[in-house]
């Protein structure tokens, strides 16, 4: 064991000389690398800043415009919505007042049929029922006067022979 002491040594100084040679090489490609980013950097500063700037002379320009228009479109809204609201107040209004006009054609009509209901049930009751009763003891008063005259009937319209004094109740 003892001879493997300076092996030991030997291999963790190899181990150390690859790390600082590593360290090395990472430190030169970070410089250049710094060194690129750097130039990159300037360079971006000198076309960017220029757009940069326009841009915001452009939205310091357009602030004011913009500002007014947004002021305008809520104007235009809150007007609209007024207008809206008093077409739906007129429509809601038109609507009931139709509806209120359809009740009263329904309660007109309905009234009327009951009306005429009841006149022709008048005149059925005053004309034609009395003109019934009136035919009915002509014709009874006609039978019996015959009957009692002694002449017979006349042949029911059916032919068959039978007197109409029998069919008489």
């Known amino acids: 064991m003892e001879n493997l002491v300076p092996l030991f040594i030997i291999v963790t100084a190899i181990a150390v000389v690859i790390q600082a040679a590593i360290l090395v090489a990472l430190f030169i490609a970070v410089r250049q690398t710094s060194g690129r980013v750097e130039a990159l950097a300037s360079e971006v500063k000198t076309k960017a800043l220029p757009t940069i700037e326009t841009a915001q002379a452009m939205l310091v320009e357009l602030r004011p415009r913009v500002t007014e228009i947004v002021a305008n479109v809520e104007h235009s809204a809150r007007i609209a919505r007024a207008q809206i609201e008093r077409v739906d107040a007129t429509v809601s209004d038109a609507v009931d007042r139709t509806r209120l006009q359809v009740i009263r054609a329904d309660e007109l009509i309905n ?43 006349r042949q029911g319209r059916d032919g068959m022979g039978v007197p109409q004094d029998e069919l008489f109740i």
Do not use: C, N
């Open 111 to 153: 009234r009327t049929l009951d009306r005429v209901e009841e006149t022709s049930d008048m005149v059925h009751r005053t004309v034609v029922s009395p003109i019934r009763q009136m035919q009915g003891l002509v014709q009874g008063l006609s039978a019996g006067l015959e009957f009692f005259l002694g002449r017979k009937r």
